[in-house]
């Protein structure tokens, strides 16, 4: 049969209405903070659509968000088949909490129930140190099997951790197992694979921040009673953990149970750099390590922790296969043998020893001389037994009372907290010693360390040390925690006190690091309740804080820090964390005062308002008294700091104006130095007569010039009496120039001739090359000396009265007429 035109058109369209009348429409409304994502697993074919008419849009994928109701419509009948659903959500944990605690929901996708949906949380920790996120299947108990494996219940969860190298597999896991909780490093995502057509399972997960851990994750598993097995994959397995990295798995064990750890699978790589290795630590045993290959031990009852590591692995090499291993940890029930220990309190050090049983629910049983008991106290000698009991079951304490009734009966010299040694029959750790101590009335308790100063348990300034004090008086109210390694020389108390010795150290330690921890003095009555003495180092920060803290101080009671500076610091004091109450009695005081000064440095009551910083130049009392509360409490954390002394403002400003007005002094001195010497240059300067020969100015330091190079024929002035030679007669008659005095230049002193006379000394004692001003009267000339014949040369000879090309005749001119003429120039006018 044959189908024309117009029927095929009819069946078209009737195909058509059928297939538009079947395409299902779903709308779905995603939870805030939650991004639904439609995908399809096919290129091609199937769509979903989102909108209406013409503003209809069609994809392979769409994403739904903001909690606003968003309409689908598929392009296919089935689209459950083609089609995946990702519902995800990012929570992000701070120090305290996280932005969602509960993470098991089906985020608005009920709608979508019948397609495969794929449940994502992304995780992150926002913190600055090393914290971790912690997934708690404490009501759902998770296994992990291997990542081809599926579920039963066919819900599958998969955990992941992001790092800086990229993402890390921490497993795959099913309901119903041994792990209780996962930690993950800084961030990671949790995912859940649930079939199309299943509802979520009940049992809801719950997120918080974790602990700092050093390892990539943290795996948590308790072991169940009885005999069982438990089996762990190493991250990303079967492929390679990943490169220099760490993983940690903590073992819950219950009591009378042993548990051992075998390596399955194991795959081990080629390292360059580091060893791969297991280490495993266990409460009251320390650590140790071993290798991947070595026999791993059985553990011992108790808690243990192991700790995976790998080297730094060659990747270079074909066919290298990384470290891989699958763990298994089996447990088994034991049963302790009984012990027996024979206990001399003689060997005690005088203090009385308790044995108390403290979990009522186990089956351990004690006895002492063969009687069953609760509560043993050993006064005498006695032999106690023990069957069946585990560290945690059983504490032993000690205590010690000493007593001053009167001032005249208490101990002169310091009396010694003593903690005394067990017997090494006893299987159990001494945990407390607690001396109370009871002053006379008019008497104080003073306690010291031997071993060093103390310090107070306080936030940002912790007690490390694996031995506490705990101070408190007789009714129990706390003083304060103290430990070694401090500033704190010692604590004064006035009312009957107890000093309680707290140690977390394995027993088989404290065994080999007892000793006497303080010494307690009765010395006499101090004006406050408390006094603490404190020296402090420089640039090291000391905290204390006022009694009971962070609990307040008691009504009406008064402390006292002393506090010892250098004299060439200063305490910086900050006062923190200062609550104050409503006084209905009295008023609350903080007050500083300068040892030695009348005067307080520092003063504030609950009704004013109080500095934060002081500073104090000298060594001082800080004093606090509390009042009658009405509401509120009163208490305070100071933190003191010694640093150098700074000098003031004023001493400095002294300081620059002494060394400018130094300076301008010096200046000054030079000036005037510079100026009298220029001075003394610039006077008038004289031939003097030199019996050598030589003629020089005053002042002229250099050596005589050679006859060639010799300037004695050039003068800078011609005295007179040389040029007016018409008056040298008239000169030698009234006395003033002798017969022979005719002036006569000399040409110096040659290389070959030795001075006649020394530099420094002359025959009639005239002191030579020293400058002397004319004594004379004015107008009368120096009279010349009286010259040695060998020195009388004719004044023609001199080179001043020779010219080039002059007879001998014409260079020496007759001079004897001009003497003639008596009385000077008269005759010429």
Known sequence: MCLGPGRIRLLLLLQLIVSAASAPRFTVTADRGTIITISSTQTKGCHVCTGSGRSQQCSSSVSITDNKPVSLEFSCAR???????????????????????????????????????????????????????????????????????????????????????????????????????????????????????????????????????????????????????????????????????????????????????????????????????????????????????????????????????????DRRRAGSSGLSVNIRVSASSVSPPPVSCKVDPSRLSGVSLHIDKVRPTSDCRMKMNSVAKENITITSNSEVSFEDCLPDDVHITGTKLIVCRNANDCPRAPVPLLVPFLPSCLPFPLRSVTWTLRPAQHSTVRLTSPTGDLKQSLPGQICKESILFKVAEENGATIGHFCPRGAMQAIQIHTNMSVTWLSSMPGRIQRSYYKYVLNASFEKEIPERYIFTISPSKNSPFLVATPGWPMGMEHYSTVSWMVSVPSNMRAHLVFTNLSQPKCSNGHTSIRVQRVGSPEEDYSRSEIEEAQSEITVSESFYLNMSNCMPETGDFGVITKITLREAKRDVLTIILSVVAALLVIFIVVLVTVCVVVRKKKKMLQHQVSVYNPNGTSFLPGYNGLPKREQDSESHVYESIEDTLVYTHLLRKGVEIGVYGETDTYCSFPGQTDSQKPLMSKDSRADGMEVSIYRPFEESAGEGPPLPNRPPSHIQSMVDNEIYQTEGQSEQEQSPNLGPRLEPEGGDGGED
């Open 79 to 313: 689209p459950q088949d083609v089609f995946i659903v990702e519902i995800e959500q990012t929570i992000e944990c701070f120090w305290m909490w996280c932005s969602s605690h509960t993470i098991q929901s089906d985020f608005g996708s009920l709608p979508l129930l019948d397609f495969k949906r794929r449940f994502i949380w992304n995780v992150k920790a926002s913190t600055p140190m090393r914290k971790s996120i912690k997934v708690d299947f404490t009501e759902t108990a998770m296994r992990q099997v291997h990542p081809s494996q599926s579920c039963p219940d066919y819900h599958t969860y998969k955990i992941q951790a992001f790092q800086s190298t990229g993402t890390v597999d921490l497993g795959t896991y099913c309901r119903t197992g041994t792990i209780n909780s996962v930690q993950i490093l800084n961030e990671g995502r949790i995912s859940l694979d649930v079939p199309a057509g299943y509802h979520q399972l009940e049992g809801q997960i719950h997120l918080s921040t974790g602990e700092e851990i050093k390892s990539l994750a943290k795996i948590t598993l308790t072991l169940p009673k009885g005999t069982s097995s438990s089996e762990l994959l190493s991250p990303n397995y079967p492929l390679s953990f990943p490169d220099d990295d760490v993983m940690e798995w903590f073992f819950q064990v219950p009591d009378k149970h042993k548990a051992a750890v075998q390596f399955l699978n194991l795959t081990l790589p080629q390292c360059l750099k580091k060893d791969t290795g297991v280490e495993y630590h266990n409460k009251g045993r320390g650590a140790w390590v071993l290798g991947l290959t070595d026999a791993q031990p059985t553990q011992s009852q108790g808690d243990f922790s192991i700790t995976l590591r790998n080297c730094e692995m």
